[in-house]
């Protein structure tokens, strides 16, 4: 089964039996989503739908709850991981398409988990389990993650009382995530326009990475965590 995978199946895969618990065979959304698979709810359900389509996952209905119960079509074991992340190394050229918008994604869903993690401190708590605003591809596109991370400090540090308020009586989650990377974009235009350099942002050393990262970035790309300042694409 694992030898029919193309190489970003076997990456999803791989981040998702590395977030489960040895020999778990089974899971609900909510599980998955609350472990460190994916940065965001939006990546991970995408992900999640992805590896349905490889029969890899099948999703059953619960008899105890409402919500569905997914369930692995492999053992979920030491030996099929291991032989999983083996594979990933010998596959540096396979797919480039699919791998580009795979680390598209994944930056993109750092970025919006970092979103979400300020404004909670300022009182406003979303959630990200919207598409990403295609603006922030675009600035993805043109910085590395730590640039774009300091582009997004910088966007939440100018926020003004006013600001604040708007964004507290927002309803729409997706409404105020597009409303920040339109405000990070306005200023990404203005060190275009002045061709000022963007500083690195510097990261918590407690930032939680996924395993959706630590499989694309580590075992298959081999540059581990130097994609945040280093990768640009």
């Keep these: 089964m694992i030898d029919s995978l193309d190489i970003v199946d076997r990456i999803l895969l791989a981040a998702l039996m590395a977030s489960l618990e040895d020999k778990k065979q089974s899971f609900t959304l909510k599980e998955i989503i609350a472990s460190d698979f994916a940065s965001t709810e939006e990546l991970c359900v995408q992900s999640i739908e992805q590896l349905k389509t490889t029969e890899v996952l099948k999703a059953k209905a619960s008899t105890k709850a409402k919500e569905l119960n997914y369930e692995l079509c492999l053992p979920n074991t030491k030996e099929n991981l291991k032989s999983l ?6 596959s540096q050229t ?20 970092y979103i979400v993690n300020e404004l909670k401190k300022l009182k406003i708590d979303i959630k990200a389990d919207s598409p990403t605003p295609l603006r922030l591809f675009e600035l993805l596109s043109n910085h590395s993650s730590a640039e ?10 100018n926020l003004s009382k006013s600001d604040l308020r708007i964004l507290m009586a927002t309803a729409c989650d997706a409404e105020i995530i597009h409303q920040i990377v339109d405000e990070a974009y306005v200023i990404y235009l203005k060190y275009k326009h002045f061709n000022r350099i963007v500083g690195g942002f510097s990261r918590r ?9 630590k499989i694309l970035f580590t075992k298959h790309l081999g540059i581990g965590l130097k994609y945040f300042t280093e990768l640009r694409l």
């Design 85 to 90: 992340i083996s594979s990933l190394k010998d």
């Design 94 to 113: 396979e797919n480039q398409e699919r791998i580009t918008i795979l680390i598209f994604d994944a930056l993109a869903a750092e970025c919006i988990e």
């Design 148 to 157: 774009v991370h300091m582009i997004l400090w910088q966007t939440v540090k």
């Design 205 to 213: 050393p407690d930032h939680r990475t996924s395993a959706i990262h």
